[in-house]
């Protein structure tokens, strides 16, 4: 593997289409404003890199990214690439990781609206994000130990795992699919309206009209804070380990809690089971918590 190393590149597409190379204490930037500077390439392994001019990393194949960062300017930086790894590394510009398969992120910091979108095959573990529009539409996600904040998370994603994670996010999981979140703290408005077959295990659901318009959705052993107008017309089966302040019209299932404010039935043909019973003092989900 041919190593550059200690040099600055801003022409356009400086190393366009190069095959196993390894790019060490590099920075793309300067004057001439160049984009795409390692498009087209495989088997690329970039070191404690800087990153600020745009397109960067577009139909790279065999991708290792470690100690580097990526500023706002740096847009769209990954694009249709696939088998990448990025560790310890900083994602700050709009629009990263796009259409790309098989990623493994591990201590990253994202900062960077709409990052994500229609990826398949991502697991992220000790990772921090800022972003809207996070992961819209992707597949096959698997987060560890994964701290999030923003707006419109995760919505028509399919077939992912969460653990141990904490989400502060408004309208996420909307329209997802086949999705299990696991010991993690969900908090924000709206949560997971018009999903199906979602599973939330032993969590924490915090906020407003949360779990509406739901099929095949299961709740096993949660807490739930400041949540009013609940599971409205959703097909659900829920154990909630602390009390509900409302649930709205649940078309189906059954939901278990130790008090309920108030059940409101005000829809025909709303028939889901709400049984009110004592239970066992709840486990604290998560390390996240």
């Known amino acids: 593997m041919q ?118 095959g991502l697991a992220m573990a000790d990772c921090t994000a800022d972003s809207e529009y996070f992961m819209l539409r992707a597949r096959g996600l698997h987060f560890t130990n994964v701290r999030m904040r923003g707006k419109y998370s995760f919505q028509y994603i399919e077939d992912s795992t969460f653990e141990n994670c904490t989400f502060d996010t408004k309208d996420a999981f909307w329209h997802a699919r086949n999705v299990t979140v696991k010991n993690s703290v969900v908090q924000g408005e709206y949560l997971a309206w018009y999903c199906e077959n979602m599973t939330f295990d032993h969590c924490k659901i915090i906020g407003t009209q949360p779990l509406c318009y739901c099929k095949g959705l299961r709740l096993i052993d949660c807490e739930m804070q400041d949540t009013d107008l609940a599971f409205e017309r959703s097909e659900v089966e829920a154990t909630v380990t602390t009390p509900i302040l409302s649930i709205k019209n649940p078309l189906a299932g059954h939901i278990t809690a130790p008090a309920v404010g108030q059940v409101i039935r005000d829809l025909a043909g709303a028939d889901g089971v709400v049984q009110v019973q004592s239970q066992t003092p709840p486990r604290t989900p998560g390390s996240c918590a």
């Not at 550059?4 to 196993?20: K, P």
């Not at 590099?26 to 001439?32: L, M, Q, T, V, Y």
């Not at 390692?38 to 990214?65: Q, S, T």
């Not at 088998?83 to 900062?111: N, P, W």
Request: with cysteine.
């Open 3 to 120: 190593t550059i190393q200690n040099q600055t590149f801003d022409a356009e597409r400086a190393l366009y289409g190069s095959r196993g190379l390894r790019v060490v204490n590099c920075r793309f930037a300067g004057p001439a404003d160049g984009e795409s500077a390692l498009k087209e390439c495989e088997n690329i392994a970039v070191e404690n890199c800087f990153f600020d001019l745009r397109y960067p990393l577009w139909h790279d194949h065999g991708l290792a990214i470690r100690s580097s960062e990526m500023t706002a300017n740096c847009r769209a930086a990954l694009w249709y690439s696939d088998h990448v790894a990025i560790e310890d590394s900083k994602l700050h510009g709009i629009k990263a990781l796009r259409e790309c398969a098989d990623v493994a992120m591990r201590g990253c910091d994202v900062v960077s609206p709409e990052f994500g979108w229609s990826v398949r």
